[in-house]
């Protein structure tokens, strides 16, 4: 299989704003957001379909998950919900997305056409990442 677009992310090829990482997984800024804050996290090993993980990964996403969700609500007070959806279509790498929402209908939104705002990223990751020192791994 070639390597994903996310491999590359994960080792460094390919810039992101890195939000979390942990021996297993690994979460980032989606740069075509459909709600402001959506972050992506993946599994570090390039595996296709998320029913195919092995237990230990699938049980670390789901950890990496949960933690970055209470990051996000404690950074996003407005938020309703901090919604999860697994994804795998556009990218043969298991992965899904957490998103900041007021209403069901957030999750449905078109991703904007317009290049991404590094800087308001750079800014959002910057307090994740904060919030979750408050974790600890």
Request: aromatic letters at 8%; charged letters at 25%; hydrophobic letters at 45%.
């Given at each position: 299989m070639e390597r994903s677009i996310f491999s590359k992310i994960?080792?460094?090829?390919?810039?992101?704003?890195?939000?979390?990482?942990?021996?297993?997984?690994?979460?980032?800024?989606?740069?075509a957001p459909i709600q402001?804050?959506?972050?992506?996290?993946?599994?570090k090993q390039q595996i296709d379909r998320f029913e195919d993980?092995?237990?230990?990964?699938?049980?670390?996403?789901?950890?990496?998950a949960q933690k970055i969700m209470k990051a996000m609500k404690a950074s996003f007070p407005s938020a309703k919900r901090i919604g999860l959806?697994?994804?795998?279509?556009?990218?043969?790498?298991?992965?899904?997305?957490?998103?900041?929402l007021t209403s069901p209908a957030d999750f449905r939104a078109e991703q904007p056409s317009s290049d991404p705002d590094h800087d308001q990223l750079a800014a959002i990751a910057n307090l994740?990442?904060?919030?979750?020192?408050?974790?600890?791994?």
């Open positions: 994960i080792e460094g090829e390919i810039p992101c704003h890195k939000v979390y990482e942990d021996n297993l997984t690994f979460a980032f800024m989606d740069i402001q804050g959506m972050v992506v996290l993946v599994v993980l092995p237990e230990l990964e699938a049980a670390a996403w789901m950890h990496a959806r697994i994804e795998g279509f556009d990218v043969p790498h298991a992965h899904g997305v957490l998103v900041p994740l990442k904060k919030e979750l020192s408050r974790y600890g791994k």
